[in-house]
């Protein structure tokens, strides 16, 4: 029997990291948001390796901070183990990776959400999207439960019509054996979108007590203090380490030998997997000339004895999972505790939505996180927020926020995902930011800190110090600019032992700073700062200083890429009429309905010439024409 159970201007459907960001999104801007998930203590939930950061993805997470997101705090609160990755190359590739406590994680995320204010925490099965007219108007759950808003968003995860593969075994689940939702993917085929099956998996854990780490490698923490967050001013010390080992001929004989009983090579798995994250039975015989894999045993947590085998993804039966981790050095007497699965689940194709992540078909539908075809607890949280956000600035009548791809990593994933689609699992890597000098680990508040107090998600006091950083940095910059450093012995002295070639005159303090053997640090020796400066600031200065000419010419390719995203198409456009256009850019762009040229010269099958005919059209007002017709 069904009932009117609320009214709420946001309701969020999904508790992951998706969820968890849109809805604290919404709340903290000013939406009265409801957020129902199947089961409350899955909050938050790390499915998968308990660990945050990365390539590319270290950078979202920071990213997500700087718009006022809550990822980055939460991973400082409960981390095991912190490290900067890349620290020998270019700062556009550095990023931090965080070893989180699974379970810590969670909880310290389920007690944020409860504390927010204008948030209301359900546990539930939504069942059904309550459309009218083409608008979502609310859900109804299980029992029965009418909610209405007048926003809704979906991050259910891999919960769409879930299935869990273990060897010759299959079931309808979730995962970590969650009950999935069958009904809301019904509906959603129902209401016209296009569904497809993607696959992911995981690994097999083992008792740590159960390990001989003295045959494999200690894998520890930064010393140096780190954080995600801009705000976090306490740093954990207490660190736990990681392990390495590797796979060798006998866990290789292993897979060979069973490789029939792999449902990836059965025929069991009918979804589309992840090229970046392939299960050993993939990895072996896709590269089968290597004579071993790298396995890193990392712990889940300070109050469990849970390992995670990073490298060991696996569907293959059970027994067969047991004698693998016993092939690999160190773990000749481990113990399962859980074997690795596979999961098929349902995924709306991306091309479907706005780049803001409303749907095209249901109007004030939004979806975001492994729905829209992304994989990783970064991406999700990423589009959770963006989500979150516009979704409530949609109700309030203000302007989307919509990041483009010069502006963020974010700003990548959502134009990628919108524009071109994604035929497999998406993740986020460094070759797919045309900017990514300008998109680093070090300067995501510069550039996005502004947009986060304007939708009010940063509040003022985080506001100021960072306009007092950026004071900061550019003063210092000034100063170097217009200060000389004469060759005196001193400096001479210097600059020979660091292996540099003498002044033969005087120098601007930024140029000798640009030298490759210089650094900041250094030439405060010859040229003390006049006041004290903080090391996130000296970094910045000694990053823009250096790579000055590079930042110079990838922000020139952002102007003549602005000038592009300044064309814009009008809704009203009949690519039918549009002569010469090839038939496949014809399709592609109704299909996706591109916003602006520079859009449009990104969706897959548009090619130069199909641009060219597409200006030429637009800039011959063709369309007015045709619309007084």
């Avoid at 700087?66 to 400082?76: H, P, R, S, Y």
């Avoid at 006091?461 to 004469?486: C, D, M, N, P, W």
């Avoid at 650094?519 to 400066?533: F, G, H, K, M, T």
Wanted: with cysteine.
């Amino acid at each position: 029997m069904q009932y009117e159970a609320g009214n709420f201007d946001v309701i969020v459907i999904g508790a992951g990291h998706a969820g968890c960001e849109a809805g604290l999104a919404a709340a903290r801007i000013g939406a009265k948001t409801l957020m129902i998930t199947i089961n409350l203590d899955m909050v938050a939930f790390m499915p998968c390796n308990p660990s945050v950061g990365g390539p590319a993805k270290g950078i979202v997470v920071r990213e997500i901070d700087a718009l006022g997101g809550e990822m980055a705090k939460n991973v400082d609160k409960t981390y095991i183990q912190m490290r900067m990755l890349n620290t020998g190359k270019g700062p556009a590739v550095r990023a931090l990776r965080a070893q989180s406590d699974k379970f810590a994680y969670q909880h310290e995320m389920k007690y944020t959400l409860e504390r927010e204010p204008n948030l209301t925490l359900l546990q539930g099965m939504v069942e059904e999207l309550i459309v009218e007219d083409g608008i979502c108007k609310g859900v109804i759950t299980k029992t029965g439960a009418i909610f209405r808003a007048k926003a809704v968003v979906i991050t259910t995860g891999t919960f769409l019509r879930g299935e869990v593969i273990l060897g010759e075994l299959k079931y309808s689940s979730g995962p970590n054996n969650q009950m999935p939702s069958i009904r809301l993917s019904e509906q959603l085929e129902e209401l016209g979108f296009e569904l497809v099956r993607f696959k992911t998996g995981t690994p097999p854990r083992v008792n740590s007590h159960s390990i001989d780490y003295s045959k494999t490698e200690i894998q520890p923490g930064d010393m140096e203090p780190r954080a995600f967050s801009y705000e976090t001013t306490k740093f954990i010390t207490d660190q736990l380490p990681c392990w390495l080992t590797y796979t060798n001929e006998k866990t290789h004989q292993l897979i060979d030998e069973n490789l029939h009983r792999s449902p990836m090579y059965s025929g069991m798995v009918k979804g589309t997997g992840a090229r970046y994250c392939p299960s050993i039975e993939d990895k072996v015989v896709r590269f089968n000339d290597k004579p071993r894999h790298q396995i890193f045993l990392e712990p889940e947590g300070r109050n469990t004895q849970e390992v995670y085998i990073q490298g060991l993804s696996t569907s293959l039966p059970e027994e067969i999972q047991q004698k693998l981790i016993n092939s690999v050095e160190g773990l000749e007497n481990a113990q399962m505790m859980r074997p690795g699965y596979a999961i098929e689940y349902d995924v709306i194709i991306p091309t479907q939505l706005w780049l803001t992540l409303e749907t095209k078909i249901v109007k004030n539908l939004f979806t975001a996180g492994q729905i829209n075809g992304t994989s990783g607890y970064e991406e999700a949280a990423a589009q959770g927020l963006m989500a979150g956000i516009n979704a409530a600035l949609n109700i309030m009548g203000k302007d989307p926020l919509v990041l483009s791809r010069s502006d963020a990593y974010i700003g990548v994933l959502i134009d990628d995902l919108i524009t071109k689609g994604t035929s497999e699992p998406y993740r986020l890597l460094t070759s797919r930011a045309e900017y990514r000098l300008l998109l680093r680990h070090d300067n995501a508040d510069l550039r996005l800190t502004e947009i986060g107090h304007q939708i009010g998600l940063i509040k003022e006091g985080r506001y100021e110090k960072f306009l007092a950083k950026k004071e900061a940095v550019e003063k210092e910059k000034a100063r170097l600019q217009s200060t000389f450093i004469k060759p005196a012995k001193e400096v001479q002295e210097l600059i020979q032992s660091i292996g540099g070639s003498e002044l033969k005159d005087g120098i601007r303090a930024a140029d000798l700073l640009k030298r490759t053997e210089m650094n900041y640090e250094l030439l405060e020796r010859i040229l003390p700062s006049e006041v004290e400066l903080d090391p996130d600031v000296k970094e910045q200065i000694e990053i823009q200083v250096k790579y000055e000419g590079y930042i110079e010419k990838s922000l020139q390719q952002v102007e003549r890429l602005k000038k592009m995203e300044n064309k814009k198409i009008p809704d009203n456009i009949d690519y039918d009429k549009v002569s010469g256009l090839a038939t496949e850019a014809r399709q592609r762009l109704k299909l996706i309905k591109p916003l602006s040229i520079a859009q449009a010269s990104r969706v897959s099958g548009v090619n130069p010439a199909d641009v060219s005919i597409l200006l030429v059209y637009l800039e011959q007002g063709k369309i007015a024409r045709v619309s007084a017709e």
